[in-house]
């Protein structure tokens, strides 16, 4: 049973190469929390943290100092091997670079998050599948992804933070690398996963994104820390 | 929970062997210096093997026990008397004397060992393993008759011809008519070898009459044959007794030593290899960190990563390892360990060919195995945990 904050942090610091001469604080004692089926958008400059941000909420790493509950799990000061879990369990990364595998299809690019949970080829087709169906990709199934256009390979990456139907899906500027045509029908995509039931959490310079009518909540990070939220329209 | 386990290893493997596909060009050069080091471990084991193999076959019809006689610290003849105080030893079933040289061909440099023997050779335990591929072994009663190997017909420049002559100390000329050629299967004995009556080796050798170079002993019953070696050593004080086994165990020693020497020297260029495993494990290319980074953030455990590059290189050894054996077992059967023969059975000018059929021993595979696989997946082991503990967010 999911709780109704999928998302809750709590005076989260994130501190790189704590003690070292390279030491760089990227989250100050941040605290906010996302709720079931709500769909937000995380916006700042360069270097505020909405990249450290995402990958918290992403089960990425854990923070240094503060409280974090993703999808009813506190991953405070967890180890690798539970994170990992919880990624894999909760969440879906969608990556500003796509982030693909050049060597492999688009198929078996899709299928990666399921090849450790030892499930059989034939199931992972189908549900990849499904997936490109949904997508409209289904024609590019076979292709290799170096073959995609940016907006197909973005779908692509969906596509696979789909694949393990998680609650909670994260993405790092998906929008960067698309023209406004495609941005939107990007945005529309993650807003649809939304009205399945999903939490989304976006972060995005992209005026279309924070634009979308589906969009619940605007956060600005800067320098580490939340200075404000605003509503969405 | 065991069908997920199992069916992650095979997703696994599925995978890491369509990754070595795809790096063919990058694990080729290993493949083949793997294969390459595989292949000389085998060769040089099989060789080994086969020619212990043979000579155990071969000698195993070898006469009992050899009798010789001592001067201070060296062969001399033995006279033929001395079969008379032995004759009474209890299971002795017959005792034959034997004429056993070298000769020296000043011509072509060769070395051939002479035997002289009493009688037709299948006819005595002492001479039944000199298998013959055509002819007949000489007979007691007719001189200047010899039986030799292809190996002494060729170094003789024989030819179509049966006749040639051999000198006598002192120069004067011993003339042989060719009746007998052995088979190739028996050449680790028979390389250098001709066999003729006693009396032509007495009066090759100038040995005086009622002397020979050794006694042969046959025993009725095999259990026995120390016992009795030690009653003959006895009965004639200063002679030297040697059993079958003590030649046979002199072959292995001497096939064992040369054995270690050779895998010293392979272990040197096993060594070398790990380092280059080590080395090419160890340099991960910002593709291949790409790889591990974005797996992990798809939510593949530390450990999948490493079973990943287990299952990379235990697949690449595994076909290294097939592929350098099996080349291995066709250079040692069908071209007779050509590489390393010179090493076992030395330099002489007249070498050995005969054909090498060594067993597949489970002991030889797992040696080679323990040798080649187990150093390459321990050196890559290190390597692997250091790919797998890239940070998943680094791709970020």
């Keep these: 049973m999911m709780p109704d904050n999928l998302v809750e942090l709590q005076a989260v610091t994130k501190i790189y190469n704590q003690g070292q001469a390279n030491e760089v604080i990227a989250l100050k004692q941040v605290s906010f929390t996302v709720a079931r089926n709500e769909m937000v958008c995380v916006q700042g400059p360069s270097g505020s943290g909405k990249t450290t941000l995402l990958s918290l909420i992403g089960c990425i790493f854990a923070p240094t100092s503060g409280r974090a509950t993703i999808g009813g799990k506190k991953i405070s000061r967890l180890p690798d091997h539970f994170l990992t879990r919880y990624r894999r369990e909760l969440t879906g990364f969608v990556f500003q670079h796509y982030n693909m595998l050049d060597h492999l299809t688009v198929l078996e690019n899709i299928t990666l998050p399921l090849l450790p949970l030892g499930i059989s080829p034939g199931d992972r087709v189908r549900k990849a599948d499904r997936l490109l169906e949904k997508f409209g990709l289904s024609h590019r199934r076979n292709f290799s992804v170096t073959q995609l256009s940016g907006g197909e390979l973005q779908r692509v990456a969906i596509a696979r933070a789909l694949i393990n139907d998680p609650p909670i899906i994260v993405a790092d500027e998906p929008t960067a690398h698309l023209d406004g045509k495609l941005s939107r029908e990007v945005v529309d995509m993650l807003a649809s996963l939304r009205d399945e039931g999903r939490t989304v959490v976006i972060a995005s310079h992209d005026p279309i994104v924070s634009a979308h009518p589906a969009m619940a909540r605007i956060i600005e990070v800067r320098d580490g820390i939340i200075l404000h939220q605003l509503s969405g329209r | ?396």
């Design chain 2, 1 to 396: 929970m065991t069908g997920n386990r199992l069916g992650r290893l095979l997703n696994i493997l599925d995978y890491a062997l369509s990754s070595l596909g795809r790096k063919s060009l990058k694990n080729g050069g290993v493949f083949i210096i793997f294969t390459l080091v595989v292949f000389l471990f085998a060769s040089f084991q099989l060789v080994s093997r086969a020619l212990t193999e043979a000579a155990q076959t071969v000698l195993a019809t070898a006469p009992d026990i050899t009798v010789q006689q001592m001067s201070a610290g060296r062969q001399v003849s033995i006279a033929s008397s001395a079969k008379i105080p032995l004759a009474p030893i209890f299971g002795i079933k017959k005792i034959e004397e034997r004429i056993w040289g070298y000769y020296f061909d000043e011509s072509n440099g060769a070395n051939y060992t002479i035997i002289g023997l009493p009688a037709r050779a299948g006819d005595s335990g002492g001479t039944q393993l000199f298998g013959l591929a055509e002819g007949r072994l000489p007979v007691a009663s007719e001189r200047g008759q010899v039986a030799i190997s292809d190996n002494v017909r060729r170094q003789l420049q024989l030819g179509n011809r049966k006749h040639f002559s051999l000198f006598r100390p002192d120069l004067s000329q011993a003339s042989f008519a060719t009746v007998g050629l052995f088979a190739p299967k028996t050449e680790i004995l028979t390389a250098d070898l001709m066999v003729m009556n006693l009396a032509d080796a007495r009066d090759l050798f100038a040995i005086a009459d009622g002397f020979v170079t050794d006694l042969l002993v046959s025993v009725a019953n095999p259990n026995e044959i120390e016992t009795i070696a030690r009653k003959i050593s006895e009965k004639l004080p200063g002679s030297r007794v040697i059993t079958r086994n003590q030649i046979l165990k002199t072959y292995k020693v001497v096939f064992n030593r040369r054995s270690g020497l050779g895998t010293v020297c392979l272990l040197t260029a096993l060594a070398a290899f790990v380092i280059l495993a080590w080395d090419k494990a160890s340099g991960l290319s910002r593709e291949e960190r790409k790889e591990v980074a974005i797996l992990k953030i798809l939510g593949w455990q530390t450990s999948d990563i490493m079973l990943l590059r287990f299952c990379e290189s235990l697949s690449l050894s595994l076909l290294a390892f097939i592929s350098g054996y099996l080349l291995a077992w066709v250079h040692v059967v069908f071209w007779g360990g050509a590489l390393f023969r010179p090493i076992f059975l030395g330099w002489s000018v007249i070498r050995p060919v005969f054909s090498l059929a060594p067993p597949l021993a489970a002991s030889d595979l797992l040696l080679v195995f323990s040798l080649s696989v187990v150093p390459y997946l321990c050196a890559t082991a290190v390597p692997a945990w250091r790919a797998a503990t890239v940070r998943a967010d680094s791709v970020i």
